[in-house]
């Protein structure tokens, strides 16, 4: 029986960022693994050289680029055999979408008519390591936004992928993305109440997974046979909750769950709301020293000024942004002044996820820069935050109305509006929902269980504003109508992951970057002896599961998590194996 582990002990009770400095047994070696079994003894040695080979460069200060590096991977499989001779890989682009058409409207229908009722669902695949069965699958779990470019990390795809053999589906979450459930026409509010949901969501992923071990040939579900083949689940932020999820209510289909930046705790409303953006403005301090300072001082300025202005059209010109991109609903500067607020934290909060590998090049140490200029105004510094925001790649990716235009003279305020009638900048997610139909779809989930109780505390660098169920009530239902009613404690008591370890959890991995504010509402600490956690100092969201994947400019913390990491799941898969002996 081939195995995965074959490593050096070491301690997981402990979190990383406790790890010592002069701790070098906190590393662990690569012995030779001749264990036989269905595998070849030359194949067992080959897999333990390129998984040295592969842990060397995620550790290495000269760790390759993402360029090289997959040059060096490439030619180490050609010299251990990988590369060829597999009947599994079908010499796809695992960047070009597949779709399946099988897809379930509705999961959970009683009504025999509607319950036939399928629609195509897109994903991305990748089978060029796998070995067949007995080996392990990646499910890589989308999220909260299309999945327009293909497998989204490295890591998993390029690292964890040749290391256990594995093969690697990467599902898009419905109603994200032009493919949904309801095609032709715009779902009506209570279709997306009954299906835009996280177990609809998760149902959808169990069901082509199913599909997809039967391509693989994986038929056997029993965990003692030498074919089975084990599940793992990836996902970061909100996929990371719903990785976590997968773990807790499909445990009989999925073996293990990677959870990195997982909101649990916000989920299910155990958070202090103000966690969320003091965490921001300690990443800001963090990123450039006295920003914290400049942007409370410049913000509380700007909110005098805007709210003494003559008119909204003064107060919109006065910060350069564009008077005819002013939403009508802002009618008066009281109003204008709460969502220009709002629209600096949550692009804060945008540039603070973003913020891996620490540097100047960051958007998050150019936005104090801004804030922290000696000759600007307030209300001038207002405009150069926004300018800089207009020309963030991230945020042009994410609001692509602007890209194109080779100068823009003002801000458009509007971009930051979901789709759909009654849009507003303050939406239910004081994180950001974002714009178009993916931030409609974001801003519906969270009016109705997906609920984060996220404030602005007195201790933060922004206006304090208190959040509230009854603020959110009231916004969603201008919104939506009176059927739509937030639920906080819907998910968690379907779910019941307020407690992890009495609802029988076991094998879940939660990573957090500490500079992230989701870390606010993750697990921080090992909450028994198979649910870990482990934690970046210089970590930002997600940084482990970048979309570059390991690199030379990763700093030591993430690399030494590369490494752990691989050998957590490494230790959990031969668990599983064990269970065929």
Known sequence: MKKYGA????????????????????????????????????????IVVLSAILLVLALSPNCHSASSGDSIVAS?????????????????????PLFYDDQLVNHFS??????????????????????????????????????????????ITEHLAPRFSAAVIEIEHRFY????????????????????????????????TKHFKDELDCLDYDRKSEL?????????SYPGFLSAMFRLVYPDFVDIAYASSAPLKLYDQSTDQDVYYDIVTQAAEHASKGCARAVRETLEDASKLIMHAKSVEDAVKSMNMCVDSIPEYIDNVKTLKDDVMMAVGFSFADYDMDAYPPGKDLGLYKACQVFQHKNHE???????FFELVGLDAEFEEEYPSLVGEEAIPCFDLSI?????????????????????NDGKMWD?????????????????????????????????????GKDVVPQPRALVEDMGFDDLVGNGASRILFTNGLQDMWSGGSYLENVSDSILALNFENGAHHSDLSHVGPSDKDTDDIRLGFVQITNILAKWLDEIKAESE
């Open 7 to 46: 490593v050096q002990e070491w301690d997981i009770s402990h979190d990383v960022a406790n790890d010592s400095e002069d701790d070098d047994t906190s590393v662990p070696t690569i012995t030779r693994n001749d264990s036989g079994g269905r595998f070849a003894p030359t194949w067992a040695r080959g």
């Open 76 to 96: 180490t499989l050609t010299i251990l055999g990988m590369a060829d001779d597999n009947p599994y890989d079908n010499d796809h682009d695992v960047n070009e």
């Open 110 to 155: 009683k009504d025999p008519d509607a319950s036939v009722a399928t629609w195509s669902n897109r994903y991305y695949k990748s089978t060029k390591y796998f070995k067949g069965p007995g080996s392990p699958i990646f499910i890589i779990i989308g999220g909260e936004g299309a999945l327009d470019h293909g497998m989204l990390y490295p890591f």
């Open 177 to 208: 993305g032009p493919y949904q459930p309801i095609m032709g026409r715009e779902a009506t509010v209570q279709e997306l109440l009954e299906l835009l949901t996280p177990q609809q969501a998760m149902a959808d992923m169990i069901r082509l």
């Open 228 to 236: 089975y083949c084990p599940v793992i689940t990836v996902g970061g």
């Open 378 to 384: 307030p209300l001038e510094k207002m405009a150069k």
């Open 416 to 436: 930051f509006l979901p789709d759909g009638e009654n849009a507003r900048i303050t939406t239910s997610d004081w994180s950001g929902s974002g714009g178009g």
């Open 444 to 480: 519906f989930q969270l009016c109705t269980t997906v609920i984060d109780p996220i404030g602005f505390s007195s201790e933060s660098m922004f206006p304090k504003r208190k959040w509230t169920y009854a603020a959110l009530t009231d916004y969603c239902q201008k919104r939506y």
